[in-house]
């Protein structure tokens, strides 16, 4: 098994460069995974979401939401369906008591990610602001379902319980009703999403990639649409059988940013796992055309197509 290490520059969530990533190499029979080798805080592409939505993040604990909702848009530009960016740009729009702008990224945010509560609270809440009330109690009834599957030990009883008490009490004041921009915790620290990085990377070469994805979700709150950790959530998937969940991951991440190698190599590697090897042949064509001088990716993705199978099965 390849040990996919990744090298700190400090954590300096400020210090954002600009620059294609170096990518380590990585195998599809080892545990790397489609990332950096710097952390997502300080690698990103020539145009960066990720400085983006950092930039978003900045200006909403500032209270300036035209900047917030500008930097937001800038982000959906290029990953339109992201859950996260979408709720921040959601919670900009409240902050401009742009109801009915809210209203509609935070449904863009909740049908995403169902899991994302923060963002079905506040649309209930929107929606009891704007008077539909019958809108809010099927968030509000959704919600309380989830409660009490959940129960009193789980995680997400107490976010639970109080999107269940927000949408209520908006409900009964109607259009009165006060929508406050809170913006949770786990979205303003760089430095917790380069540890979450960190310990997704660990995790994937350990195989426990059911963890990772956990890991790599709590990054992606930080840094947003960030290609390096889409590559490792591909991947992720990919490895629990999920392919079609992984080539959504790594569509997006090519979406992004259309030269990261870690992206062409893992997405490739799931073609041929497919047994898609003209669409593997694609992706090789692509990565000799990136690496000037040759890559791993590209030697190991050649590999795979070789053999026509994973050169560890």
């Not at 400090?10 to 460069?17: E, K, N, T, V, Y």
């Not at 917030?68 to 709720?87: E, G, R, S, W």
């Not at 009193?152 to 008490?165: H, M, P, Y």
């Not at 796992?273 to 990565?287: C, F, Q, S, V």
């Amino acid at each position: 098994m390849r040990d996919y290490r990744i090298v700190s520059l400090g954590l300096i969530a400020s210090a954002l460069i600009v620059a294609a990533p170096a990518l380590g190499s990585s195998g599809g029979g080892g545990g790397g995974g489609g990332g950096g080798s710097e952390m997502p805080s300080s690698s990103a592409p020539a145009y960066d979401p990720a400085a983006e939505y950092r930039k978003g993040i900045a200006a909403l604990q500032a209270s300036n939401f035209k900047d917030a909702l500008k930097a937001f848009k800038n982000v959906l530009a290029v990953a339109p369906k992201d859950a996260n960016t979408n709720y921040l740009a959601g919670l900009s729009a409240i902050g401009l008591n742009d109801w009915k702008k809210a209203s509609a990224y935070l449904e863009k945010a909740a049908k995403a990610d169902p899991n994302l509560i923060g963002a079905q609270r506040q649309l209930g809440v929107v929606k009891a602001k704007m008077g539909d009330a019958a809108g809010a109690g099927v968030l509000r009834d959704a919600l309380k379902a989830r409660l009490a599957a959940c129960g009193e030990g789980c995680a997400a009883n107490a976010e639970l319980k109080g999107a269940v008490e927000a949408i209520d009490a908006a409900i009964a004041a109607g259009p009165q009703a006060s929508v406050s921009v809170s913006l949770p915790s786990a979205f303003t620290s760089a430095a917790s999403g380069d540890r979450a990085y960190l310990a997704a990377v660990s995790l994937i070469n350990e195989h426990r990639y059911a963890d990772a994805i956990a890991s790599l979700q709590a990054a992606r709150m930080s840094f947003g649409a960030h290609p390096d950790i889409l590559t490792y959530l591909g991947f992720a998937n990919r490895k629990l059988g999920r392919y079609d969940v992984a080539e959504g991951y790594y569509r997006a991440a090519l979406a992004i940013y259309p030269d990261h190698r870690g992206a062409l190599e893992y997405y490739g590697e799931l073609k041929v796992e497919r047994g898609d090897l003209t669409g593997a042949k694609a992706n090789l064509a692509k990565l000799d055309r990136v690496c000037t001088f040759g890559c791993s990716q590209a030697d190991e993705l050649r590999l795979w197509i070789s053999l026509g199978r994973s050169p560890t099965a």
